[in-house]
């Protein structure tokens, strides 16, 4: 049940900022999120009830990890995931200690910024601080989003200045090898006018996360004529749980592209929205979720578009195993004044046993004329005579649901632009199938 008391008083914060060598704007942000937590409203996501879900426990606010002298200092696991030899801009997170960083000498010449959020506070306070919680998502719009804030203790600061456009993706992993960690990241990507960049991040467990939390916020800023592919690929234990923000807004002619991959283990409430706010503006939201055990998952994608010929495609496939439930919303919204616009969307969830639930809600909201708008949702089981061909050729039944659960999702993998996302994201689905 969630409670109105947390196991961390405004001292402590305030201590934790200051032993973080934080700028005095964000000790004073922490205090009052904390405060205006007492009196905001939890969310209330769509057909999941969420008042006996615990928001509010935690075992520490900030647990330490080892830091990693070279690449092969890496535990195996982040090698199965990551090709670390081929990437050029990494920061890994070991719980909620900054760990490891490599930046590509030709991004540093060209004034990008990689930093953990820890270093880009005490290094670009005031750049950190023009973005901070101010457009995608803001502090007062639930307890939630306030929680976030005041207990913020991870992350990424990423900003690409005009015209630069960074030729490495930029990843970012988080590994959780301590039952004490919980996870209160923030990501903020920013970039200038026809900058791009590729930005891809990894969650993974190792150990139990029973009784600890997962509130995690992106903001991605796109100014006119920026193009943003971000990807990620979630695999984090059941015992989390799970509150995950990732909100993007658009200038002119700017795109944000979402590619993710959501595997985590526990109960979660999942928001990926994009505000199309400049003419011409565009985003392309592709999601592949696996739920299983009695998990819940309330997964909301949306694209608002406000100005003159966008476009918004959202594209997801879920599978659920034993008695996961999920719910997939999918909104797409035309605003008055959007112009020749688009909205398209497709989702469909695959049942693999009885007591398994998938429900699929398409939403389009148009309030223009002159626009296109679509939509697709299917929800089913399994074909059994699909299982019985497969298991007819001496193929055990695990074996052919692990089958008939890769071809459900491989064409949603296919089609997401990141091609390390699609291996890891082919990765991690085995490790979750093959259980």
Same mark, same amino acid.
């Given at each position: 049940?969630?409670?109105?008391?947390?196991?961390?008083?405004? !001292?402590?914060?305030?201590? /934790?900022?200051?032993?973080?060598?934080?700028?005095?704007?964000?000790?004073?942000?922490?205090?009052?999120?904390?405060?205006?937590? +007492?009196?905001?409203?939890?969310?209330?996501?769509?057909?999941?009830?969420?008042?006996?879900?615990?928001?509010?426990?935690?075992?520490?606010?900030?647990?330490?990890?080892?830091?990693?002298?070279?690449?092969?200092?890496?535990?195996?696991?982040?090698?199965?995931?990551?090709?670390?030899?081929?990437?050029?801009?990494?920061?890994? #997170?070991?719980?909620?200690?900054?760990?490891?960083?490599?930046?590509?000498?030709?991004?540093?010449?060209? *004034?990008?910024?990689?930093?953990?959020?820890?270093?880009?506070?005490?290094?670009?306070?005031?750049?950190?601080?023009? @973005?901070?919680?101010?457009?995608?998502?803001?502090?007062?719009?639930?307890?939630?989003?306030?929680?976030?804030?005041?207990?913020?203790?991870?992350?990424?600061?990423?900003?690409?200045?005009?015209?630069? =456009?960074?030729?490495?993706?930029?990843?970012?992993?988080?590994?959780?090898? $301590?039952?004490? !960690?919980?996870?209160?990241?923030?990501?903020?990507?920013?970039?200038?006018?026809?900058?791009?960049?590729? /930005?891809?991040?990894?969650?993974?467990?190792?150990?139990?996360?029973?009784?600890? #939390?997962?509130?995690?916020?992106? +903001?991605?800023?796109?100014?006119?004529?920026?193009?943003?592919?971000?990807?990620?690929?979630?695999?984090l234990d059941k015992g989390f749980t799970g509150y995950i923000i990732r909100r993007g807004v658009t200038a002119a002619d700017a795109s944000i592209n979402w590619s993710l991959g959501l595997m985590n283990e526990g109960d979660q409430i999942i928001d990926n929205t994009t505000n199309l706010i400049?003419?011409?503006?565009?985003?392309?939201?592709?999601?592949?979720?696996?739920?299983?055990?009695?998990?819940?998952?309330?997964?909301?994608?949306?694209?608002?578009? @406000?100005?003159?010929?966008?476009? *918004?495609?959202?594209?997801?496939?879920?599978?659920?195993?034993?008695?996961?439930?999920?719910?997939?919303?999918?909104? *797409?919204?035309?605003?008055?004044?959007?112009?020749?616009?688009?909205?398209?969307?497709?989702?469909? =969830?695959?049942?693999?046993?009885?007591?398994?639930?998938?429900?699929?809600?398409?939403?389009?909201?148009?309030?223009?004329?002159?626009?296109?708008?679509?939509?697709?949702?299917? =929800?089913?089981?399994?074909?059994?005579?699909?299982?019985? /061909?497969?298991?007819?050729?001496?193929?055990?039944?695990?074996?052919?649901?692990?089958?008939?659960?890769?071809?459900?999702? $491989?064409?949603?993998?296919?089609?997401?632009?990141?091609?390390? =996302?699609?291996?890891?994201?082919?990765?991690?689905?085995?490790?979750?199938?093959?259980?």
């Open positions: 049940m969630t409670t109105e008391t947390l196991n961390i008083s405004e !001292a402590q914060l305030v201590d /934790y900022s200051q032993a973080q060598n934080e700028p005095s704007w964000m000790t004073t942000l922490r205090k009052e999120a904390l405060a205006q937590a +007492e009196s905001l409203e939890m969310p209330k996501p769509d057909k999941t009830k969420i008042d006996k879900w615990d928001f509010d426990s935690f075992k520490q606010h900030h647990t330490t990890g080892a830091a990693f002298e070279n690449l092969n200092d890496l535990p195996s696991e982040i090698d199965r995931i990551i090709n670390v030899e081929n990437t050029e801009n990494l920061i890994i #997170q070991h719980n909620n200690a900054l760990a490891f960083t490599k930046v590509n000498e030709q991004a540093q010449q060209d *004034g990008v910024i990689i930093e953990h959020i820890s270093e880009a506070l005490k290094n670009h306070s005031d750049l950190v601080e023009k @973005y901070y919680m101010k457009d995608a998502v803001t502090v007062d719009e639930h307890r939630l989003t306030a929680l976030h804030t005041a207990l913020m203790n991870g992350g990424v600061f990423v900003y690409v200045p005009k015209n630069v =456009v960074v030729a490495d993706p930029i990843q970012y992993v988080v590994l959780h090898d $301590d039952e004490n !960690a919980s996870f209160f990241n923030h990501v903020l990507i920013v970039t200038e006018e026809s900058a791009e960049l590729t /930005y891809v991040e990894n969650y993974l467990s190792t150990t139990s996360g029973e009784g600890n #939390q997962i509130n995690i916020i992106s +903001e991605v800023i796109a100014a006119p004529n920026a193009k943003v592919s971000y990807g990620s690929v979630d695999f400049g003419d011409r503006s565009t985003s392309d939201l592709k999601s592949v979720v696996v739920g299983r055990g009695d998990q819940t998952i309330n997964l909301t994608s949306k694209i608002v578009q @406000y100005g003159k010929e966008t476009d *918004g495609y959202i594209l997801k496939h879920g599978v659920m195993k034993e008695s996961a439930s999920s719910i997939f919303n999918g909104i *797409g919204h035309i605003k008055h004044g959007g112009k020749g616009s688009a909205a398209n969307q497709s989702s469909r =969830v695959l049942m693999l046993s009885e007591n398994a639930r998938g429900d699929a809600n398409p939403i389009l909201l148009i309030d223009e004329d002159d626009v296109e708008a679509g939509h697709a949702a299917s =929800v089913g089981r399994v074909d059994p005579e699909q299982l019985y /061909y497969l298991m007819s050729r001496g193929i055990s039944q695990e074996e052919a649901e692990r089958l008939v659960i890769h071809g459900f999702l $491989d064409p949603v993998v296919r089609e997401l632009p990141i091609e390390d =996302v699609q291996r890891q994201l082919r990765e991690v689905i085995e490790l979750k199938v093959g259980k």
